[in-house]
């Protein structure tokens, strides 16, 4: 089996476990992640947070990216331009939002690009080293790449259930580890930013 097989697989398997979570359970794991990530993310007030609105099983992590903005943080939201493009536009708590392609929400065509400072990354899969499966399509990794080639080092927060961590990911050359990972558990710092 290649790695890619072994991703492909662990990332149905995964994502199956958070389809079957009760909608009262993932919303009260998305009130434990508020609880666990609203104060002790680390932020600078004026960071940018690149957030996300949930789509199909995903925690909803609005209440969270409120707290963060309260904090001080500078709100974006990803917005999927083809299949290979993200960027992340400006979002204000009860901005208009718009369907943005494949499934996704996010502000329109008139919001200012902006460049993270901090990503909360929706994943399939991860592992206690920080690797983890995205959905398949690769707009994280290359979004972190890009930022990367301009000289950014984005602090990268994975969020997810508990249910979808694994013993162990198979990390590719192109895989980007997590700094941290947030689940209604709590915040899990994995390397130092």
Same mark, same amino acid.
């Given at each position: 089996?290649?790695?890619?097989?072994? &991703?492909?697989?662990? =990332?149905?398997?995964?994502?199956? #476990? =958070?389809?079957? #979570?009760?909608?009262?359970?993932?919303?009260?794991?998305?009130?434990?992640?508020?609880?666990?990530?609203?104060?002790?993310?680390?932020? *600078?007030?004026?960071?940018?947070?690149?957030?996300?609105?949930?789509?199909? !099983? +995903?925690?909803?992590?609005?209440?969270?990216?409120?707290?963060?903005?309260?904090?001080?943080?500078?709100? @974006?939201?990803?917005?999927?331009?083809?299949?290979?493009?993200?960027?992340?536009?400006? %979002?204000?708590?009860?901005?208009?939002?718009?369907?943005?392609?494949?499934?996704?929400?996010?502000?329109?065509?008139?919001?200012? $690009?902006?460049?993270?400072?901090?990503?909360? $990354?929706?994943?399939?899969?991860?592992?206690?080293?920080?690797?983890?499966?995205? %959905?398949?399509?690769?707009? %994280?990794? =290359?979004?972190?790449?890009? #930022?990367?080639?301009?000289?950014?080092?984005?602090? /990268?927060?994975?969020?997810?259930?508990? @249910?979808?961590? $694994?013993?162990?990911?198979?990390?590719?050359?192109?895989?980007?580890? /997590?700094?941290? $990972?947030?689940? +209604? !558990?709590?915040?899990? *710092?994995? &390397?130092?930013?």
């Amino acid at each position: 089996m290649t790695q890619r097989d072994e &991703k492909k697989a662990i =990332r149905a398997e995964r994502l199956a #476990l =958070r389809d079957a #979570l009760a909608p009262q359970a993932r919303a009260a794991a998305g009130a434990a992640m508020l609880a666990h990530g609203g104060e002790a993310i680390s932020l *600078v007030p004026g960071e940018v947070v690149a957030g996300f609105w949930p789509i199909r !099983s +995903e925690a909803d992590i609005r209440p969270l990216m409120a707290r963060l903005a309260a904090r001080g943080a500078r709100l @974006c939201l990803p917005v999927v331009l083809d299949r290979e493009t993200i960027v992340f536009r400006a %979002y204000a708590e009860g901005a208009p939002v718009i369907s943005t392609g494949f499934g996704t929400t996010g502000p329109g065509p008139e919001a200012a $690009v902006l460049e993270p400072d901090l990503l909360l $990354v929706p994943l399939s899969a991860f592992d206690a080293a920080g690797n983890r499966i995205g %959905y398949g399509a690769g707009h %994280y990794d =290359r979004a972190i790449d890009r #930022l990367r080639g301009m000289g950014r080092r984005p602090r /990268l927060i994975g969020i997810a259930f508990d @249910c979808q961590e $694994v013993a162990s990911v198979p990390a590719e050359p192109h895989d980007v580890a /997590l700094d941290a $990972v947030l689940t +209604e !558990s709590g915040l899990r *710092v994995i &390397k130092t930013a």
